[in-house]
């Protein structure tokens, strides 16, 4: 434990006052047990409660715990230091350690030089974007079927549109009795609605087949999923990509379609279309969605 003892000596800890949480040790916990439980590194927790022999904590003690957000780590570098290794034992990334401390040769650190280490930046989950209350709401008044096998994603090649002219235009124009094709369609705010906008259309509302593909058979186990936009000329909108990733993902859940089932029109169809275009990436997308 001497390394540890070495290693607290060297730290001088700036805490901020904002969000500060105690913790009393309980029987049996351990620093590392108690770190995990708050996402800090081990590191961090026990510099900041200054101990020095990590195998002496004692029932009843009482541990403040490093808010995430507000409180950073004045840290002298010592012989054998190395940037990765000291983003490591705190749990944060090197290149935020480079960054925060303005750091231009990272290899060239020297021994005294004083840095600062921000907790809790690293190992945050990424934002998993939710439906709106509204859409999540509707959606659940709507029984699924459970006939529905994949969800096939499209563009609709024009750049200015909205699920209502779609309707009009498919119903109308191209005579189908239930209108819109698709059985949702997401806005890039180009016309009425707003930017990543989810319409539910009628054939979700009703579980109707969709009109979106050229064989019956997949039109009935194909959910229909229309991004406003041509994507061969760009990409959707980082709105539109929000709405897809938690349409699909709720989408999936419900009806019990796997990642690896999410695809495209092209993909269905290679011969027969270019949707939803070559700036819209499937495998991107599926990075976003699957478990
Ligand atoms: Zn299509």
């Known amino acids: 434990m001497r390394i540890l003892f070495l290693f607290s000596l060297a730290l001088a800890i700036v805490p901020l006052l904002a ?27 026990q510099s900041f409660n200054g101990i020095s022999d990590a195998n002496l904590l004692f029932a009843g003690k ?19 230091d190395s940037l990765g290794g000291i ?6 990334k090197t290149s935020d350690l480079i960054e925060i401390n303005g750091i ?16 809790g930046t690293a190992k945050k989950p990424p934002a998993t974007p939710l439906l709106p209350a509204s859409v999540l709401k509707a959606l659940k008044t709507i029984k699924n079927s459970s006939r529905w096998k994949r969800i096939v994603i499209h563009h609709s090649a024009t750049p200015v ?20 094709a698709y059985h949702f369609v997401i806005s890039n705010g180009s016309r009425k609605a707003s930017d990543g906008e989810i319409h539910i259309g009628g054939r979700w509302k009703g579980q109707l087949d969709g ?6 058979s997949l039109n009935k186990t194909s959910i229909g999923i229309c991004l406003i936009g041509n994507f061969e000329l760009g990409p959707p909108t980082s709105k539109q990509l929000k709405s897809l990733e938690a349409l699909c ?6 009806c019990r379609i796997p990642y690896s089932s999410v695809t495209t029109h ?11 275009g070559k700036c819209f990436s499937l495998p991107a997308f599926v990075k976003r969605i699957k478990p």
């Open 266 to 276: 092209k993909l269905l169809h290679p011969n027969h279309t270019k949707c939803p």
């Open 62 to 80: 009482k541990l403040k715990i490093p808010s995430a957000t507000a409180s950073q780590i004045d840290y002298v570098i010592k012989t054998g």
């Open 249 to 254: 993902k709720h989408l999936m859940k419900n």
């Open 19 to 45: 969000g500060e949480v105690t913790h009393v040790v309980q029987k049996n916990e351990t620093l590392g047990g108690i770190a995990r439980k708050y996402g800090v590194s081990t590191a961090a927790l």
């Open 87 to 92: 983003a490591s034992r705190f749990g944060v």
């Open 211 to 216: 009109g979106h593909m050229k064989q019956l």
């Open 161 to 180: 549109d909205d699920a209502l002219n779609m309707h009009k235009v498919h119903k109308n124009q191209r005579g189908m009795k239930n209108g819109l």
């Open 104 to 119: 231009k040769q990272p290899n060239l650190i020297k021994v005294g030089q004083k840095i600062t280490i921000p907790l």
